[in-house]
């Protein structure tokens, strides 16, 4: 009788468990399909460079520079240049809650921001503008041992030139600071952004501290 009401204790403890789960699950599915509906919605409109470029002088350039080249010491990224459809990509993620950061929610909650015509706008500026130059780099340690990484695994899809993949969701690498690659590759295995491959979360968590410096 005793393991009897064990069972039975542990299933009823189980089943609200479980069903926790399914709903969990449930949302984060939902939730990734919204933002991918609002992601193709937002690449069929007509965009409007100026208007982003107004738009990211008033709400972004405190923080990633009038010229959209980061912060380097605050592990900021540059933007200029960055791919279009990637960019659209991550204000619809930041917008549906698919990647972690508050400062970035707080912005896009603002109504103008909200908005799929806005991210467009403001992506076709950043596509356009002109590269940072003089981007932060590291120390030069281990350079053999991170281009081998690079071009054995991260090229396939990033691209030798690591220029980012023709259709444009897979980032560029290029121009960017090295203390921002460093921040994403940490917060990549940490799970902050919640829609990116399994298998490129499972890869980086693989990594040793070397393994990302370089």
């Known amino acids: 009788m005793f393991a009897s009401r064990l069972r039975t204790g542990f299933l009823s403890t189980l089943a609200p468990c479980l069903l926790l789960g399914l709903l969990s699950y449930s949302t984060v599915r939902a939730n990734e399909e919204r933002v991918d509906r609002l992601t193709k919605s937002a690449l069929s409109l007509d965009v409007d460079p100026k208007r982003g470029a107004a738009i990211f002088g008033q709400y972004c350039a405190r923080c990633h520079g009038n010229q959209a080249h980061g912060n380097a010491s605050r592990a900021i990224p540059a933007l200029a240049g960055q791919r279009f459809a990637y960019l659209v990509r991550q204000l619809a993620n930041f917008s549906g809650g698919e990647r972690d950061n508050d400062t970035m929610h707080g912005v896009v909650a603002k109504s103008e921001l909200h ?34 990484i690079f071009h054995e695994q991260c090229a396939p899809c990033h691209r030798a030139d690591a220029r980012g993949d023709d259709a444009g969701f897979v980032p560029s690498l290029r121009n960017q600071h090295y203390s921002y690659l460093v921040n994403q590759l940490h917060q990549l295995a940490d799970g902050a952004r919640h829609n990116v491959d399994e298998n490129l979360v499972r890869f980086l968590r693989s990594f040793d501290e070397q393994d990302v410096a370089a």
């Open 115 to 148: 908005d799929p015509q806005t991210w467009v706008d403001v992506a076709g500026y950043l596509n356009s503008a002109a590269v940072a130059r003089f981007e932060k780099t590291g120390d030069g340690s281990h350079v053999a041992l991170g281009r081998g």
